[in-house]
């Protein structure tokens, strides 16, 4: 059982805009902690997408976004591509726990 | 450029020790968090294990006691050493770079992982 619940899967079609949430706790999001968004192919690293909720690391396409009010957060993907399907994480720091916790994870497909 | 290589997987009876290593390239291991983060088979992403600037370390409640996690800057690598090898070990282990400030850190640069087996 993650500490940030995503939902399992999420998908759309080419061009087409998707959301996948990451929903925390009072130790977590809703502590002030920062959120970030990673995507992930089996078998390769994982990229880092967004860091300290909104912000994206040079080389990402500004398609991704993220936002966070309070104990949730969000990626969103617009103009949707067939090389978007993957797995995408959020992670963050929970004080409860004192460690970094990552979401169980959401597959995006795109139809 | 960047880059992180793990190294050191394989199959391991259960009971067995293994130790796992990451070569960095393009920075020094000793001017920022590294950590170890896993993916077991059909699961999702966990934090394992953390090593701080000043060399100190901090490990997953799940694992702490089994886990050993060193540096060794002339050849700029770190490891993690994995005793008591029990079923549920059996994952992909990432070595990941962290950047920002430390509760809030995020992990810029990753290695593609090297694949822990225990099984008898």
């Known amino acids: 059982q993650s500490e940030l619940t995503q939902p399992p899967s999420v998908s759309g079609a080419p061009g087409q805009r998707v959301t996948i949430s990451c929903t925390g706790s009072?130790?977590?999001?809703?502590?002030?902690?920062?959120v970030h968004w990673y995507q992930h192919l089996l078998g390769t690293a994982p990229k880092l997408l967004i860091h300290g909720n909104n912000n994206r690391p040079s080389g990402v396409p500004d398609r991704f976004s993220g936002s966070k009010s309070g104990t949730s957060a969000s990626l969103a993907i617009t103009g949707l591509q067939a090389e978007d399907e993957a797995d995408y994480y959020c992670?963050?720091?929970?004080?409860?726990?004192?460690?970094?916790?990552f979401g169980g994870g959401t597959k995006l497909t795109v139809l | 450029d960047v880059q992180l290589v793990e190294s050191g997987g394989g199959l391991v009876q259960p009971g067995g020790s293994l130790r796992l290593s990451c070569a960095a390239s393009?920075?020094?291991?000793?001017?920022?968090?590294m950590s170890w983060v896993r993916q077991a088979p059909g699961k999702g992403l966990e934090w394992v294990s953390i090593i701080y600037r000043d060399g100190s370390t901090y490990y997953a409640d799940s694992l702490k006691g089994r886990l050993t996690m060193s540096r060794h800057s002339p050849e700029n690598t770190v490891s993690l050493l994995i005793n008591s090898l029990r079923r549920e070990d059996t994952a992909v282990y990432f070595c990941?770079?962290?950047?920002?400030?430390?509760?809030?850190?995020?992990?810029?640069?990753w290695g593609q992982g090297t694949l822990v087996t225990v099984s008898s």
């Open positions: 393009g920075f020094a291991v000793s001017s920022t968090y």
């Open positions: 009072s130790s977590n999001l809703g502590a002030g902690y920062d």
């Open positions: 990941a770079r962290g950047q920002g400030t430390f509760e809030d850190q995020y992990f810029d640069y």
């Open positions: 992670q963050s720091y929970d004080s409860s726990l004192g460690d970094w916790v």
